[in-house]
């Protein structure tokens, strides 16, 4: 009979003994963190850091003056800063419920928008329960930030605040695309060594399938430096903007293809996940996902309509999968040739050059509300006005074949029946063509998609109005130049009037030969006609000597005249000669 001896290794006693002193330590560690906060936030709310100490950032007083790490200082400064705000977040750190690094990024993350904001201070309309312990009841999202903060890992955090942000983006996200596609920009550049240079700016969506495709198609770059500073100020041309629409469509269009590039089976296509009751606009409190992050419900519905999106939609309380790829949402090839036959000259939208093969098809009923995909419920749209139809307060009334009715009715909900021309009774109806009217011309409308001032989101604004100031700036810089330059031709000096040519044949200005002048008396170099008159003496002083107001009159610069007072030649003769004599001997005039 053997027996065996449980025996305790020397590494195994060592590796408890660490343990329980770095539980210890990480304890102590905390609870100082949490004491100096209280003391931050004392000092802050009393002004002392500028008062006592010089400061005005905190941060800064916490490194230079006590010698804090400096992630830490960050991190005490941010809640400190933010303690008013956000009271309960920073209550939970100061009583050490929760650490600090943890209730540092959650402040950051909803100090982000006023929007955020004002939503986390928003009272539940009923308290939720924490996830953590149901008898916990939490009043505001704040205090449910704060239960993350404090039981939840940091990528658990990360994922409830970015479903925070969602959930209050549904009436934005559409408007803040509208702006994103109206600045972005592409150019290919042939460079003198044979290469091309590639620089622009993409949506959000396009950068998606980009970066996507590329993943897909290439092998893992290598780890480099590849960084490049893109200049996005300038002008954003109309053909700049064709192109990325272009870049996108090979995108949407090849990437799709089973053609394409894949990588474990798969083409570069982004993955929709959703529901169908959350598709229809029910409140289920689920979030569609794309590409595993969470999207609006509004956004949901627009990519679905879109080639390059693969939805995946299901039942909620059977699991059963509604729809799977495109079979019942997309046209097929038969329907989308007919679609393009009757509507050859592109997008519906009144005025836009957008080629048909830019155009995605456009469930007037949305295939999710159970729209049939048949050619009575589809129009062809450009992918920004297809964005634009998403939004609220437009409707579209399909009237023949390639045609479209498009109106925008003030932001109210639009009744299932068909609109009537002549409107639908609201103080807002106006067509597309009204719509584009009123907006051109302004002093807004600088984008090539046409984007309207009231589409302006709070997110994409201060980007947008850097690329109106620089077309503003550029707009009035050419009309300056223009203007100058009709100035300039309208103002410039007449052509010199022809004059008869000097009778000693020197060019005008040209200098006097001393062989023909000196050596004639002052008579001789008079014109033919007057060569044979001598002047008569006069008993008065030559007309030299006295003052003569008249520059080709006798007693000019160049000597007195050869033709005395008591000459008789006639006014006109004399006034010929005086000319023709100041011109031979190189007097200026006027």
Request: glycine letters at 6%; proline letters at 7%; one cysteine or more.
């Amino acid at each position: 009979m053997s027996s065996c001896t449980h025996t305790h290794t020397p590494g195994s006693e060592r590796a408890a003994a660490i343990r329980s002193a770095l539980d210890d330590a990480a304890s102590l560690i905390n609870a100082q963190h949490a004491q100096v906060l209280s003391w931050v936030i004392e000092m802050k709310e009393q002004g002392l850091h500028r008062s006592a100490f010089g400061f005005s950032a905190l941060r800064d007083l916490l490194v230079s003056q006590f010698d804090f790490h400096n992630r830490t200082a960050a991190d005490i400064a941010a809640i400190a800063r933010l303690s008013g705000k956000f009271r309960l977040l920073a209550q939970a750190a100061v009583s050490g419920a929760a650490r600090i690094d943890q209730v540092a990024y959650a402040v950051r993350q909803l100090e982000q928008t006023p929007a955020m904001r004002l939503f986390a201070r928003t009272p539940f309309q009923t308290p939720a329960p924490s996830p953590f312990d149901p008898e916990t009841l939490c009043a505001t999202p704040e205090a449910m930030v704060a239960q993350y903060c404090a039981h939840a890992t940091f990528t658990e955090l990360r994922r409830h605040l970015d479903e925070l942000w969602t959930s209050i983006a549904e009436a934005t996200e559409l408007i803040d695309a509208l702006g994103e596609q109206s600045m972005q920009r592409l150019e290919l550049t042939p460079q003198s060594n044979g290469m091309w240079a590639l620089e622009g700016q993409l949506c959000e969506a396009t950068g998606r399938l980009l970066d996507k495709y590329l993943k897909t198609a290439c092998p893992p770059p290598r780890q480099e430096d590849q960084d490049q500073d893109a200049d996005g100020g300038g002008l954003l041309p109309a053909q700049a903007n064709r192109h990325a629409e272009a870049l996108h469509q090979l995108l949407a269009g090849y990437g799709s293809s089973p053609q394409a590039a894949t990588r474990h089976g798969h083409t570069a296509t982004l993955d929709l996940t959703v529901d169908i009751e959350t598709l229809q606009g029910k409140d289920t409190g689920r979030l569609p996902l794309l590409e595993g992050q969470p999207i609006s419900v509004a956004r949901a519905r627009l990519l679905a309509c879109e080639a390059a999106i693969i939805p995946s939609v299901f039942n909620y309380q059977t699991g059963e999968a509604v729809e799977l790829g495109r079979a019942l949402r997309l046209p097929n090839a038969a329907l989308r040739r007919k679609l393009e036959l009757e509507q050859s000259e592109g997008c519906a939208w009144q005025g836009c050059d957008r080629p048909v093969a830019w155009t995605e098809a456009h469930h007037i009923q949305h295939w999710a509300d159970g729209g049939p995909t048949v050619a009575e419920n589809l129009i062809l749209l450009c992918r920004f006005h297809h964005g634009r139809i998403h939004t609220a307060g437009w409707s579209v009334e399909k009237t023949g074949p390639g045609q479209a009715v498009i109106t925008h009715h003030d932001g109210h909900k639009i009744a299932s029946a068909p609109v009537e021309h002549s409107g639908c009774g609201c103080s807002d109806w106006r067509t597309d063509a009204d719509m584009d009217a009123e907006n051109e011309g302004t002093e807004w409308d600088v984008f090539p998609t046409g984007l309207y001032r009231t589409e302006w989101s709070e997110a994409m604004k201060p980007d947008l109005d850097a690329v109106t100031e620089a077309i503003e700036r550029d707009r009035a810089i050419k009309a300056m130049r223009t203007a100058r330059a009709k100035c300039r031709e309208r103002f410039a000096a007449p052509t010199p009037v022809p004059v008869l040519g000097c009778p000693s044949g020197r060019l005008l200005g040209e200098a006097q030969h001393a062989s023909s002048s000196a050596a004639r008396p002052a008579w001789v170099r008079a014109p033919p006609h007057a060569q044979n008159r001598k002047p008569t003496p006069a008993p008065h002083p030559p007309l030299a000597a006295r003052p003569n107001p008249n520059p080709i009159g006798p007693g000019t610069a160049n000597g007195p005249s050869a033709f005395p007072a008591s000459s008789s030649l006639p006014a006109v003769s004399i006034g010929l000669c005086r000319l023709s004599h100041d011109r031979c001997t190189g007097s200026d005039l006027t």
